[in-house]
T-cell receptor, first 108, second 117 residues
């Protein structure tokens, strides 16, 4: 069965510290992995997708197929990074599976 | 473009009643997906429609149904409401044909908050 696991519901880091939001998945096949973000009072929006291999707002995520992980990382956290982050996967784009989310707080 | 719009914003229903939620996608998007987000959980996929055809269905009972209209707007219907149906219902549109850089990118609406009492 397809599953996305985000083990941390809450994560707090100090401004300027590195941050890593964990995501593990189980899927039989080759899924596409995504990170979505929801800032306070805003809509859920796509942050990045593994296949694009881009750095968005300083965030990167590497797909590790051996460990079935897709952790989100940023070397220096900023206050504006405080938000809810969701890891998600899809097979053909017809059905998406989301994790339960991690609430990131960056302490000034 | 106002982005994806959903109506109503909030509504309160009683157990056993029926509810219809509406979604208008971004202009030019032909695919609409529906999600249920219970408090403290991530969005859970309900349906995806493309060109008025159902393309994907999540693990939800038959009380949940949806349809897409020729203008690509969509309705989600839930019959015989249960207390457990109380949630934020999200709609997302995307351009599956791939005119965009990322055909899998979904654009979410603000959601409809449904409370069942």
């Amino acid at each position: 069965a397809q599953r996305v696991t985000q083990p941390e519901k809450l994560l707090s880091v100090f401004k300027g510290a590195p941050v890593e939001l964990k995501c593990n998945y189980s899927y039989s096949g080759s899924p596409e992995l995504f990170w979505y973000v929801q800032y306070s009072r805003q809509r859920l929006q796509l942050l990045l997708r593994h296949i694009s291999r881009e750095s968005i707002k300083g965030f990167t995520a590497d797909l590790n197929k051996g460990e079935t992980s897709f952790h989100l990382k940023k070397p220096f956290a900023q206050e504006e990074d405080s938000a809810m982050y969701y890891c998600a996967l899809t097979n053909t784009g017809n059905q998406f599976y989301f994790g339960t989310g991690t609430s990131l707080t960056v302490i000034p | 473009d106002a982005g994806v719009t959903q109506s109503p914003t909030h509504l309160i229903k009683t157990r056993g009643q029926h509810v219809t939620l509406r979604c208008s996608p971004i202009s030019g998007h032909k695919s609409v997906s529906w999600y249920q987000q219970v408090l403290g959980q991530g969005p859970q996929f309900i349906f995806q429609y493309y060109e008025k055809e159902e393309r994907g269905r999540g693990n939800f009972p038959d009380r949940f149904s949806a349809r897409q209209f020729p203008n690509y707007s969509s309705e989600l219907n839930v019959n015989a409401l249960l207390l457990g149906d109380s949630a934020l219902y999200l709609c997302a549109s995307s351009d599956l044909i791939g005119r965009l850089r990322d055909p899998y990118e979904q654009y979410f609406g603000p959601g409809t908050r449904l409370t069942v009492t």
